[in-house]
Protein backbone atom coordinates (compact mmCIF):
# COMPACT_ATOMS: atom_id res chain seq x y z
CA UNK A 1 0.00 0.00 0.00
CA UNK A 2 0.98 3.64 -0.72
CA UNK A 3 1.90 5.68 2.00
CA UNK A 4 1.91 9.41 2.66
CA UNK A 5 4.23 10.98 4.80
CA UNK A 6 3.01 14.80 5.57
CA UNK A 7 5.05 17.72 7.47
CA UNK A 8 1.50 19.67 9.23
CA UNK A 9 1.63 23.25 11.02
CA UNK A 10 -0.43 22.48 14.17
CA UNK A 11 -3.33 24.07 12.15
CA UNK A 12 -2.71 20.97 9.79
CA UNK A 13 -2.36 22.85 6.86
CA UNK A 14 0.24 20.70 5.15
CA UNK A 15 4.09 22.28 4.58
CA UNK A 16 5.29 19.52 2.72
CA UNK A 17 4.11 15.74 1.49
CA UNK A 18 5.24 12.89 -0.22
CA UNK A 19 3.84 9.14 -1.38
CA UNK A 20 6.28 6.55 -1.44
CA UNK A 21 5.98 2.72 -1.96
CA UNK A 22 7.23 1.16 1.31
CA UNK A 23 8.18 -1.69 -0.74
CA UNK A 24 10.53 0.22 -3.05
CA UNK A 25 11.65 3.52 -0.87
CA UNK A 26 12.05 4.17 2.57
CA UNK A 27 10.86 7.44 3.90
CA UNK A 28 8.73 7.37 6.88
CA UNK A 29 8.28 10.52 9.44
CA UNK A 30 11.92 10.35 9.94
CA UNK A 31 12.74 10.59 6.38
CA UNK A 32 10.62 13.59 5.84
CA UNK A 33 11.80 15.57 8.72
CA UNK A 34 15.44 14.73 7.36
CA UNK A 35 14.17 16.17 3.91
CA UNK A 36 12.05 19.21 5.44
CA UNK A 37 15.16 20.36 7.33
CA UNK A 38 17.57 19.93 3.67
CA UNK A 39 14.74 21.92 1.78
CA UNK A 40 14.27 24.97 4.30
CA UNK A 41 17.89 25.10 5.32
CA UNK A 42 18.48 25.41 1.62
CA UNK A 43 15.98 28.52 1.24
CA UNK A 44 13.63 26.75 -1.08
CA UNK A 45 10.77 26.72 1.48
CA UNK A 46 10.17 29.35 4.28
CA UNK A 47 10.57 28.05 7.95
CA UNK A 48 6.94 28.84 8.43
CA UNK A 49 3.33 28.13 7.07
CA UNK A 50 2.99 30.46 4.20
CA UNK A 51 -1.08 30.11 5.79
CA UNK A 52 -1.08 30.71 9.11
CA UNK A 53 2.63 31.48 10.27
CA UNK A 54 3.12 29.02 12.20
CA UNK A 55 7.22 28.51 12.77
CA UNK A 56 9.19 25.39 11.70
CA UNK A 57 9.74 24.12 15.62
CA UNK A 58 6.12 23.87 15.78
CA UNK A 59 5.54 21.78 12.58
CA UNK A 60 4.96 17.58 13.28
CA UNK A 61 4.85 14.74 11.39
CA UNK A 62 2.65 12.06 10.00
CA UNK A 63 2.80 8.78 8.28
CA UNK A 64 -0.31 7.28 6.91
CA UNK A 65 -1.69 4.19 4.46
CA UNK A 66 -3.51 5.30 2.13
CA UNK A 67 -6.43 3.24 -0.57
CA UNK A 68 -3.85 2.69 -3.20
CA UNK A 69 -1.36 -0.17 -3.80
CA UNK A 70 0.55 1.49 -6.11
CA UNK A 71 1.79 4.73 -7.22
CA UNK A 72 0.90 4.58 -10.85
CA UNK A 73 -3.00 4.09 -9.14
CA UNK A 74 -2.25 7.24 -7.09
CA UNK A 75 -0.75 9.43 -9.57
CA UNK A 76 -4.01 11.14 -10.85
CA UNK A 77 -4.93 11.93 -7.77
CA UNK A 78 -1.92 13.33 -6.60
CA UNK A 79 -1.49 15.39 -9.62
CA UNK A 80 -4.93 16.76 -8.78
CA UNK A 81 -3.98 17.64 -5.49
CA UNK A 82 -1.03 19.27 -6.48
CA UNK A 83 -2.27 21.37 -9.26
CA UNK A 84 -5.17 22.65 -6.84
CA UNK A 85 -1.90 23.40 -4.44
CA UNK A 86 -0.52 25.22 -7.18
CA UNK A 87 -3.51 27.54 -7.74
CA UNK A 88 -4.29 28.34 -4.11
CA UNK A 89 -0.73 29.29 -2.96
CA UNK A 90 -1.06 31.39 -6.65
CA UNK A 91 -4.33 33.12 -4.89
CA UNK A 92 -2.92 33.88 -1.68
CA UNK A 93 0.14 35.62 -3.49
CA UNK A 94 -2.10 37.61 -5.55
CA UNK A 95 -4.20 38.42 -2.87
CA UNK A 96 -1.45 39.52 -0.31
CA UNK A 97 0.03 41.82 -3.07
CA UNK A 98 -3.51 43.32 -3.39
CA UNK A 99 -3.73 43.65 0.23
CA UNK A 100 -0.17 45.83 -0.17
CA UNK A 101 -1.49 47.74 -2.98
Known amino acids: ?4 AQCLCPARHCIVA ?3 DPATRTLGVEGLRAEVA ?3 DSGNVDPWCGLCGAKRDS ?3 EDGVTRWKTIEE ?3 FLEELEA ?3 R ?3 AL ?3 RAAERN
Open 38 to 40: RIV
Open 59 to 61: WTY
Open 93 to 95: RAR
Open 74 to 76: ARP
Open 1 to 4: MIHL
Open 84 to 86: AQQ
Open 18 to 20: AAY
Open 88 to 90: AAL
